[in-house]
Each structure stands twice: as C-alpha cells, then as structure tokens.
C-alpha cells in the first residue's frame, strides 16, 4: 500500500509556473505508475499526465502538452508536475495517483491510490 501527500498548489497569475509534488510512503514507490489528475469545480476528474515507473516514458493530456512536464525521483519516492504558462482553466484541485500496472492510464478509475489534493488557482 502506498500513501500519497501532494503539496505546491497555490495561486498564481496567468502565464506563470507552479511545481507541484507529491510524496509516496513506503519502499516500492518505484513499482508505481503515477500521474496527475484535475478536477474544477462542476467537472469531472480529468487526466493531466501520467510517468512510467522508470521514468522514461510519459504521457500528457492535449490541454497541456507543452506547457506541463512530469518527473520523479524514485531515490526520494516523489513524483513532480511542472508547470508554465497557466491559464485560467488550469484552475482546479490536483491529484496524484498511484497503480502498480494499468492499461488505460487516461482513467481514474485505473488508479489504486490518491492524494487529498492540491488547489491550483490562476487568476487573469
């Protein structure tokens, strides 16, 4: 079982950056997918970005390819989301998430385990 604590949300201008991260307990976090979820409010959770257990493979939502980067540092069990140039609509709670193996990464419900959460605010 894994525990997840995401931190670095905040609120922030358009066209400006905000790294978030979240913490894993336990000594397999590298034996985890993780990615990163969105939800605003009236909306559904959404995809943002997912990172193989390696590292060496990633993929993004459409919303926010080229803008938004995830990484991880297995040595210190934390998965990272970059992001640059917000809008507005990058307004919403972020989650990370957590599954030992998945085949559609792109769903929630593939997931095993989640954080509590991290509000992203971007203002105009």
């Known amino acids: 079982q894994v525990q997840l604590v995401e931190s670095g949300g905040g609120l922030v201008q358009a066209g400006g950056s905000l790294r978030l991260s979240c913490a894993a307990s336990?000594?397999?976090?590298?034996?985890?997918?993780m990615a990163w979820f969105r939800q605003a409010p009236g909306k559904e959770r959404e995809f943002v970005a997912r990172?193989?257990?390696?590292?060496?493979?990633?993929y993004y939502a459409d919303s926010v390819k080229g803008r938004f980067t995830v990484s991880r540092d297995n040595a210190k069990n934390t998965v990272y989301l970059q992001m640059n140039s917000l809008k507005p609509e990058d307004t919403a709670v972020y989650y990370c998430?957590?599954?030992?193996?998945?085949?559609?990464?792109?769903?929630?419900?593939?997931?095993?385990?989640w954080g509590q959460g991290t509000q992203v605010t971007v203002s105009s």
């Open positions: 998430a957590a599954a030992r193996s998945i085949n559609t990464y792109y769903s929630a419900s593939a997931y095993d385990y």
């Open positions: 336990g000594r397999t976090f590298s034996s985890y997918v």
């Open positions: 990172i193989s257990k390696s590292g060496g493979s990633t």
